[in-house]
């Protein structure tokens, strides 16, 4: 068993493609002392995306990374470990990222890349996970908070939110159902690693209690 974080202030990389909610969540959490973590840098895919602007409103080095303008993405990786090594980060937060993580960030930032996902995995993995449950029919959904290994929505599950699935649910109104639990359950596991309480044994995930060991299985 291997404890993920020594307990203390996290540095944070956050990684986002789209709108930035998640990574909004997570400042708030950090401003209200709830999250004990720093943002250190956010770096997106995309010129456009409003993460970046959102960073910058609250002084966050937002930087754009063309990926366009590299061939393999072993090249890209290499240009986002440049940019995130001068801020020593322990832990790289996927927040709406929408690329697969390859084996130049995993290699540098073993256990150390966190995703969140709108669904309740190893279910409805992979783009458009609300629509998927919507279509499959289950009766609840949810999110899960994961570390990132070489599949996609497979890593070991740190943390999930259920929520009911309605019958008169469209994609919309079931992505905000689900969204408002992913704005709790990122900091809420992130704060568990920055208390030290996050162990993994093969790929289960043991949250140890504050007062409690949690003995070698
Ligand atoms: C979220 O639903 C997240 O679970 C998924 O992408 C969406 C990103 O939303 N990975 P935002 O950019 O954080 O608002």
Known sequence: MIRLMEPGRLRLGVLASGRGSNFIALWEAIE???????IKI???DKADAPALEAATKRNIPAVFINPQEFTFRQEYEQALVGELMPFKIDLLVLAGYMRIIGSTLLGTYKNRVVNIHPALLPSFKGLHAQEQALVYGVKFSGCSVHLVDEGVDTGPIIKQAVVPVRQDDSVESLSRRILKEEHNIYWQSLQLL??????LSGRRIYIKDRNQEVGER
Do not use: F, K, P, T
């Open 194 to 199: 920055a208390q030290g309480q996050v162990y």
């Open 32 to 38: 209200r002392q709830d999250l004990n973590a720093e």
């Open 42 to 44: 956010l770096i997106s």
